[in-house]
């Protein structure tokens, strides 16, 4: 079984280094419009890609890859690998979006091929446009702007993000900056689990599985997850606050979470940080052992009293998140602390090569 605190100080060593003398890697942005995507490249091999596919309900970060090139988000349902989950189809590697925004459904929203019926209508993320493509060494921005926009075709929120995508050696980094701006009326972000930033991860990083489980998600819609064969499967989570595995994690407040374990030979370490600037934080995190890593951002555990209540977004006011790091480990969440990130979804996430260190509800 991975250690996630041995993994966890060697990427917190990783991270210190890259914020002091680490060698950095060219970052480069390929726009391919024929395909709806932007790659990400780092000294010439592929990283990951910004899609916004016309099939799909929201823009995606896809796959993602490690320092040595191997894929750690789950494939399905873009393609079916042999001894992955099949469960969740609107679970698709990187994301961010949400499952009450005035009543409307964001998170759940099946992609084409698919049906989920649910008790709210579904919502969809739609790219609009790229502002600014621009690499460099150790670093690469990508600003870009998408719709939120309801069952009925009408826009409630604007989303500006700008995606910063940043890569050393062992060491892969995306920090997501996303403003959204509320249309012609308030935006509504009610209490939800399904939200924000969230990760599908490879089968290997799953926590074992001992047995069947059902999980149901905020419309009472219910999803068998099979209990499967274990080989290889090591996923190992740890939060900010010392709490380890879905167990003792999911539902939880913290600064951070990892998630460490091997992947085709190579020992991984993926992390999600919140920024300090951020609502509700320290965040509720939702961890689940079938692969999912995620924020809940506003999430209270289901059966509790509300805490916060619901996020109001006035109109035609614009609202910071911080997330920090997309996919990748221990943000620098101390050292940037005093810096604008966004919330939902991002926080920093990272991902490092070295050593590693019930929930109720889908999502």
């Keep these: 079984m991975a250690n996630p605190m041995k993994n966890l100080l060697a990427l917190l060593a ?13 970052v480069k942005l390929v726009e391919q419009k024929d ?27 896809s796959p993602l890859r490690t320092s040595q090139g191997n894929i750690f988000t789950r494939g399905f349902p873009l393609e079916k690998i042999a001894g992955e989950r099949t469960d969740h189809p609107h679970h698709i590697a990187s994301w961010f ?34 502002k600014t493509i621009n690499g460099g060494n150790g670093a690469a921005t990508l600003e870009v702007s998408s719709d939120w926009i309801m069952a009925d075709g009408s826009k409630v929120l604007q989303q500006d993000e700008t995606l910063v995508f940043r890569a050393a050696k062992d060491l892969r980094i995306i ?3 996303i403003t959204l701006t509320a249309q012609d009326k308030d935006a509504v972000f009610h209490d939800s689990k399904e939200g924000a930033i969230a990760i599908r991860v490879t089968r290997s990083l799953e926590e074992p599985s001992t047995k069947p489980e059902i999980f149901t998600d905020a419309a009472g ?22 709490a380890v595995g879905e167990k003792d994690a999911w539902s939880t407040r913290a600064k951070w979470m990892t998630l460490s374990g091997n992947v ?14 951020n609502v509700t934080y320290p965040t509720y995190w939702h961890c689940r052992g079938y692969g999912r890593q995620s924020v809940r951002r506003q999430g209270i555990p289901q059966g509790q009293p509300v ?40 926080e920093g996430c990272e991902v490092k090569s070295g050593e590693r260190g019930s929930p109720t509800s889908q999502g």
């Design 14 to 26: 990783l991270l210190a280094a890259f914020g002091q003398a680490a060698v950095a890697q060219e």
């Design 35 to 61: 395909k709806q995507q932007v790659d990400v490249l780092v000294d010439g091999q592929p990283f990951t890609s910004y899609v916004y596919w016309s099939n799909q309900k929201k823009p995606l970060l």
């Design 97 to 130: 979006n949400y499952g009450d925004v005035n009543g409307t459904d964001f998170w759940n929203s099946p992609p084409e091929g698919y049906t989920h019926k649910g008790k709210m209508p579904y919502g969809s993320v739609k790219h609009k446009s790229i």
């Design 175 to 177: 920090d997501r900056i």
């Design 221 to 242: 819609i219910p999803t068998t997850v099979a209990k499967l064969d274990n080989t290889g499967v090591n996923g190992v989570y740890l939060s900010s606050e010392g």
């Design 264 to 277: 085709r030979g190579e020992d991984v370490s993926i992390g999600i940080f919140d920024h300090p600037k």
């Design 307 to 346: 805490q916060e209540g619901p996020q109001l977004h006035p109109q035609g006011r614009p609202v910071r998140d911080l997330p920090l790091p997309h996919p990748d480990p221990h943000r620098q969440a101390e050292r940037r602390a005093d810096r604008s990130a966004v919330s939902a979804v991002p």
